[in-house]
């Protein structure tokens, strides 16, 4: 006999998700004492939630469910834009994926880290006579440059600002309602008509591409049926290249964060014995708030642990929550690098850029990216720069999506060791 899935009371929980943000899931699974509980939100549409590493093993089943209607209009107007790879299912998500993931080879994530360390030098520069540096907005910054040198796309100097507050702005709408959603929107827009306009500069030979990098790859890329995208699918996919690569500033501000917060970690990532500096980088990821969860529909009926799962339903997947389940992590609310020494790699148990499979499923196509970007980043502050943290404040919400240290993380009198 089938069990009953718990049910939160209410006709629309949407503002109970405004308000307690990344604790939303996590709050509920412990009221009713499991790891899945049913709610209604966005106008009252029934939803599941989930939670862990075994309820993430069946979400990334691409039998059992799909990503088609999953992600909210909103979402699509700010974040990802529409047609893009995110909303893919089947053959076509497959073939779409390999796309991007022919982008990360060896050689290319070597670029990418050469690309970092270079954008650095030249930021400090800068820095060495600037009163304060706001790191969180320099780094955005400095991302942004290395994700146009690495995608092949055209910046002007005149331009940076602007192009990168576009990006930072898609990205801090996701859990936005009012204006801060109205800045996402407006921000994608123009970044669309950018990017569009450069894809057909390409595909009209008035601009050349390298074929190595990812603007030749989405102005050439032909579907299934050997069709080019359209301009405005290619320009999606292009810039889900660009703006998560401007998104690792905020791990990297998270990860400057942690190194002030506990000192005692500077000089380990100095000495970086037993590969410490990708084990401080994977705790930042697991530690600090960004993505709160991911949601797909179901496929078909199935019943999972005697739950039953009704066609079309949208199930979210609680990624904070399970990078903090004190079943997956001894203390899970300590900031503590060396868990990872005996981290036997589930690709169910942390998921920061979501589970599963990277060719097949919808797991993150630029987590080895963002891994060197910040290990080169993280290294580069601690390793070649001297800076004071005056007082501020620190804080990082828990309940605006996506967090951010509220003083965005000041640092003073920067000068290289
Ligand atoms: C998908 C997080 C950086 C490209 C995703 C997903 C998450 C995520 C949660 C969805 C997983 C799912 O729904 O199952 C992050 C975070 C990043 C980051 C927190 C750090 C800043 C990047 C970078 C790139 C990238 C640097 C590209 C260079 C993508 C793409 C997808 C994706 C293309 C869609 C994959 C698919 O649907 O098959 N990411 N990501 N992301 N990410 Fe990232």
């Not at 799909?66 to 909303?87: D, H, N, T, W, Y």
């Not at 998104?247 to 190194?259: D, E, K, P, S, V």
Request: hydrophobic fraction near 35%.
């Amino acid at each position: 006999s089938l069990n009953k899935i718990p049910q939160e009371k209410g006709l629309d929980n949407s503002l109970a998700l405004m308000t307690e943000g990344y604790r939303f899931i996590p709050n509920r699974l412990q009221y009713f004492n499991t790891t899945i509980f049913e709610t209604r939100l966005m106008g009252g549409q029934k939803v599941i939630c989930m939670s862990g590493e075994e309820a993430a093993k069946v979400f990334y089943d691409t039998e059992l469910f799909e990503r088609k209607g999953a992600a909210p209009k909103r979402i699509k107007e700010s974040l990802f834009g529409e047609g893009g790879v995110q909303g893919m299912d089947g053959e076509a998500h497959r073939h779409r994926k390999q796309l991007f993931m022919s982008l990360m080879t060896p050689e290319r994530l070597k670029a990418f880290t050469d690309l970092t360390n270079e954008q650095w030098e030249l930021a400090v520069d800068k820095w060495e006579d600037m009163d304060e540096v706001v790191l969180f907005n320099e780094v955005e910054k400095i991302m942004f440059q290395v994700a146009c040198h690495w995608a092949g796309v055209p910046i002007w100097a005149k331009e940076l600002s602007q192009r990168t507050n576009d990006m930072s702005k898609m990205i801090d709408a996701f859990g936005a309602v009012g204006p801060r959603h109205w800045r996402g929107r407006v921000a994608r827009n123009r970044t669309e008509k950018w990017i569009e306009y450069i894809i057909t500069r390409v595909r009209t030979g008035r601009m050349s591409a390298n074929e190595d990098k990812a603007l030749y790859a989405m102005a050439w890329h032909e579907d299934l049926n050997g069709n080019l995208l359209d301009t405005k699918t290619a320009a999606v996919e292009l810039i889900n290249i660009l703006r998560p690569i401007v998104a690792i500033g905020r791990y990297i501000t998270f990860g400057a964060l942690a190194l002030h917060d506990y000192p005692e970690t500077q000089v380990k990532l100095q000495e970086d014995k037993d590969n410490y500096s990708k084990m401080f980088v994977q705790e930042v990821r697991r530690y600090y708030p960004f993505g709160p969860f991911t949601g797909a529909r179901v496929r078909k009926e199935f019943t999972w642990n005697n739950y039953l799962f009704e066609k079309n339903t949208l199930v979210l997947l609680d990624i904070y929550g399970t990078n903090h389940s004190s079943e997956l992590w001894g203390d899970p609310e300590q900031f503590r690098p060396e868990r990872f020494y005996d981290w036997e790699g589930s690709p169910f148990d942390f998921i920061p850029q979501g589970g599963g499979e990277y060719e097949m499923g919808h797991r993150c196509a630029g987590e080895w990216v963002t891994v060197e970007g910040m290990k080169t980043s993280l290294e580069f502050l601690t390793n070649h720069l001297d800076y004071h943290v005056p007082e501020q404040d620190l804080d990082f919400s828990m309940v605006r999506m996506p967090s951010i240290p509220k003083s965005r993380f000041i640092i003073k009198n920067v000068k290289r060791k």
